[in-house]
């Protein structure tokens, strides 16, 4: 049988996020490992999976593959604070239709 979220998950997984606009790209090597590395993070993070924690955990995938680009292998996130995570998810958010963080969710 299927999971009861199942339809829900697959629902989100029909829309789709752009890239973060970066403006200093150097290197895609990494991206979809960081995209899986913020999305499963989050996850992990709030214990959910519905379709809210499936779109924010994207949006965290997003917003990490963004970050791997602007230098070459893991030299831009051996820097990151949690903060500069978090403003780039608000920049990202105010450029698209993703739902604002608030305090309870990160």
Do not use: W
């Amino acid at each position: 049988s299927t999971p009861s979220n199942s339809s829900a998950a697959s629902d989100v997984y029909k829309r789709q996020l752009p890239a973060f606009p970066t403006e200093c790209r150097v290197d895609p090597t990494g991206t979809g490992e960081a995209f899986a590395g913020g999305f499963m993070g989050y996850l992990a993070e709030v214990e959910r999976t519905d379709p809210e924690a499936i779109r924010r955990a994207a949006t965290f995938g997003t917003v990490m593959a963004g970050f791997t680009v602007e230098k070459a292998s893991l030299c831009r996130l051996r820097n990151l604070t949690f903060t500069d995570i978090r403003t780039r998810y608000r920049e990202f958010a105010a450029l698209t239709t993703i739902p604002a963080l608030d305090s309870s969710t990160a």
